[in-house]
């Protein structure tokens, strides 16, 4: 029944941002971990890093190796590479074997990190060289059980994720940044239009200045962007002399003790996030914001949400893969500029969603209650299982709301729902909303297959997405999109 009101909807809504994709097409497979059959299992395999001490398994923090490839990120003055790479962020297969045989045939006597599955070459997984002291038989059922697919970077190539490997720039894509670049040369850049165009993916060239712009930190007119950048930017850097070194005082010192042990837990799997220069970066602007916001403070998860500005600003300066990029070899200035704006960008954001952090974090509370109610609604079906199961939403829900699902989706995925967050209105506070409602919905299988209480909770904190590109976040949101036009302005679905 809820599939044929899906095809409905969008049969009768051929216009709404989410229609471009087909009804029929089928959804990637993604992969499903299996049942863990004890809380320590799955405390092995879940990434959550609050819950890890700075002690506790040094290999987990170790840096990955991940194997060469080619640089796709171009800032948007910079002509694009001859030969691009395919929309998983990979080399084609035939540059893949190519690869592969040259690495063998120079190092005959290494490990070249490719293997062979099925008459394909395959890179392993850094988890696998962390565990090569097994047998080449025990070796080899490892890579024949994984699903032989595009192997997808955390960060690198974070706009042309696709798992379905399609080619990078198609001629609709090409339409597509071109208008962009139409829309961002004009003298006054309508915003609207901008927003209209942005809902379904930002393409990366452009991407840093058009969410300086859709955020309300750069002007539309073109004339005052110059002026308007360098007084922010200076403004910033003028609090850092001003409020910086009283991080020590005895008032602030507790605010700054709790941000200096969270930053090094930020994505720690990304050894960008693990740079000295960076976790600087990241202390100043977090402590900045608190001690401008003395009504919320620092809260734990906001340190989330810087990442992905920094990391599209960054892309502006980087071609290699921008999770290995040693940030303290750009210019000063560049560096300078890159922290300013994530700043500004990240105070617009928290502005509109700061009840979230104050005392009690009421707008947290008030938007799991309010997802409770919508699932109720949209699929009784999990609803009353979790009853049954006596799962509380808040169990698992309070950290979506907190992070807006950042510890759920990769890094490259996050990137590409915020450029729809910031397209809606109301992105970050109300549609953020019906995303999760869709979320959940998503693993509607997997929940109603777990037997009890705590399979239910590994299931829903540690869900499997790590394999998630843009054609998944890109279904995520056309249903969050059906959702909201269906319940937000009816109030009498949406309540009992």
Same mark, same amino acid.
């Given at each position: 029944m809820a599939t044929d009101n899906r095809i409905?909807?969008?049969?009768?809504?051929?216009?709404?941002?989410?229609?471009?994709?087909?009804?029929?097409?089928?959804?990637? &497979?993604?992969?499903?971990?299996k049942k863990a059959s004890s809380f320590h299992e799955?405390?092995?395999?879940? &990434?959550?890093?609050?819950? %890890?001490?700075?002690?506790?398994?040094?290999?987990?923090?170790?840096? /990955?190796?991940?194997?060469?490839?080619?640089?796709?990120?171009?800032?948007?003055?910079?002509?694009?590479?001859?030969?691009?790479?395919?929309?998983?962020?990979?080399?084609?297969?035939?540059?893949?074997?190519?690869?592969?045989?040259?690495e063998l045939r120079l190092r005959p006597d290494q490990d070249t990190g490719f293997g062979h599955v099925n008459g394909r070459v395959v890179v392993k997984s850094n988890s696998e060289a962390l565990l090569n002291t097994n047998t080449e038989?025990?070796?080899?059922?490892?890579?024949?059980?994984?699903?032989?697919r595009p192997i %997808?970077?955390?960060?690198?190539?974070i706009s042309d994720q696709n798992s379905s490997g399609a080619p990078i720039m198609t001629v609709r894509d090409k339409s597509r940044l071109d208008k962009f670049k139409?829309?961002?040369? /004009?003298?006054?850049?309508?915003?609207e239009e901008l927003r209209k165009h942005s809902w379904s993916g930002i393409p990366r060239e452009v991407r840093p200045i058009t969410w300086r712009l859709l955020s309300g930190y750069l002007p539309a007119n073109m004339e005052r962007r110059v002026q308007v950048l360098k007084r922010k930017r200076d403004e910033y850097f003028g609090f850092i002399e001003q409020y910086y070194h009283s991080r020590t005082d005895e008032t602030y010192r507790e605010t700054y003790r709790q941000i200096h042990i969270d930053i090094p837990r930020t994505n720690p799997l990304i050894p960008l996030f693990q740079q000295p220069a960076v976790q600087e970066v990241f202390e100043r602007i977090l402590f900045i914001w608190a001690i401008r916001h003395p009504a919320s403070g620092y809260v734990q998860g906001i340190n989330d949400l810087v990442t992905p500005f920094f990391v599209v600003f960054l892309s502006e300066f980087v071609e290699e893969d921008v999770e290995n990029f040693d940030v303290a070899s750009l210019p000063l200035d560049t560096q300078r500029n890159i922290e300013a704006d994530s700043f500004w960008c990240m105070t617009k954001l928290l502005d509109g969603i700061q009840d979230n952090y104050t005392f009690a974090q009421p707008g947290i509370q008030n938007k799991v209650k309010a997802l409770e109610e919508l699932?109720?609604? %949209?699929?009784?079906?999990?609803?009353?299982?979790?009853?049954?199961?006596?799962?509380?939403?808040?169990?698992?829900?309070?950290?979506?709301?907190?992070?807006?699902?950042?510890?759920?989706?990769?890094?490259? /995925?996050?990137i590409r729902l915020w450029d729809t967050y910031q397209a809606e209105q109301e992105g970050f506070s109300h549609f953020h909303l019906y995303? /999760?409602?869709?979320?959940? %919905?998503?693993?509607?299988?997997?929940?109603?297959?777990?037997?009890?209480?705590?399979?239910?909770?590994m299931l829903l904190q540690n869900l499997p997405t790590i394999h998630w590109g843009n054609e998944e976040v890109g279904l995520l949101l056309a249903e969050a999109y059906r959702l909201k036009y269906m319940f937000a302005d009816a109030p009498n679905h949406y309540k009992r």
């Amino acid at each position: 029944m809820a599939t044929d009101n899906r095809i409905n909807f969008w049969r009768k809504n051929a216009k709404v941002p989410g229609s471009r994709f087909p009804k029929d097409t089928p959804k990637a &497979n993604s992969l499903r971990s299996k049942k863990a059959s004890s809380f320590h299992e799955f405390a092995r395999s879940t &990434n959550d890093a609050w819950d %890890i001490d700075d002690e506790e398994d040094e290999d987990f923090f170790a840096p /990955c190796h991940p194997a060469t490839l080619p640089p796709t990120l171009q800032s948007a003055n910079r002509a694009p590479p001859s030969s691009p790479p395919d929309c998983s962020g990979n080399l084609r297969a035939s540059e893949q074997l190519d690869v592969a045989a040259a690495e063998l045939r120079l190092r005959p006597d290494q490990d070249t990190g490719f293997g062979h599955v099925n008459g394909r070459v395959v890179v392993k997984s850094n988890s696998e060289a962390l565990l090569n002291t097994n047998t080449e038989r025990s070796t080899l059922q490892k890579q024949q059980s994984l699903p032989v697919r595009p192997i %997808i970077p955390l960060v690198a190539r974070i706009s042309d994720q696709n798992s379905s490997g399609a080619p990078i720039m198609t001629v609709r894509d090409k339409s597509r940044l071109d208008k962009f670049k139409y829309l961002l040369s /004009c003298p006054n850049t309508e915003l609207e239009e901008l927003r209209k165009h942005s809902w379904s993916g930002i393409p990366r060239e452009v991407r840093p200045i058009t969410w300086r712009l859709l955020s309300g930190y750069l002007p539309a007119n073109m004339e005052r962007r110059v002026q308007v950048l360098k007084r922010k930017r200076d403004e910033y850097f003028g609090f850092i002399e001003q409020y910086y070194h009283s991080r020590t005082d005895e008032t602030y010192r507790e605010t700054y003790r709790q941000i200096h042990i969270d930053i090094p837990r930020t994505n720690p799997l990304i050894p960008l996030f693990q740079q000295p220069a960076v976790q600087e970066v990241f202390e100043r602007i977090l402590f900045i914001w608190a001690i401008r916001h003395p009504a919320s403070g620092y809260v734990q998860g906001i340190n989330d949400l810087v990442t992905p500005f920094f990391v599209v600003f960054l892309s502006e300066f980087v071609e290699e893969d921008v999770e290995n990029f040693d940030v303290a070899s750009l210019p000063l200035d560049t560096q300078r500029n890159i922290e300013a704006d994530s700043f500004w960008c990240m105070t617009k954001l928290l502005d509109g969603i700061q009840d979230n952090y104050t005392f009690a974090q009421p707008g947290i509370q008030n938007k799991v209650k309010a997802l409770e109610e919508l699932v109720s609604r %949209i699929d009784e079906d999990i609803h009353n299982y979790f009853k049954r199961n006596e799962v509380e939403y808040l169990q698992f829900a309070f950290r979506w709301m907190n992070n807006l699902l950042m510890r759920e989706l990769p890094l490259r /995925c996050t990137i590409r729902l915020w450029d729809t967050y910031q397209a809606e209105q109301e992105g970050f506070s109300h549609f953020h909303l019906y995303v /999760c409602a869709a979320f959940l %919905i998503e693993w509607r299988k997997e929940i109603l297959s777990m037997v009890d209480f705590q399979g239910l909770l590994m299931l829903l904190q540690n869900l499997p997405t790590i394999h998630w590109g843009n054609e998944e976040v890109g279904l995520l949101l056309a249903e969050a999109y059906r959702l909201k036009y269906m319940f937000a302005d009816a109030p009498n679905h949406y309540k009992r």
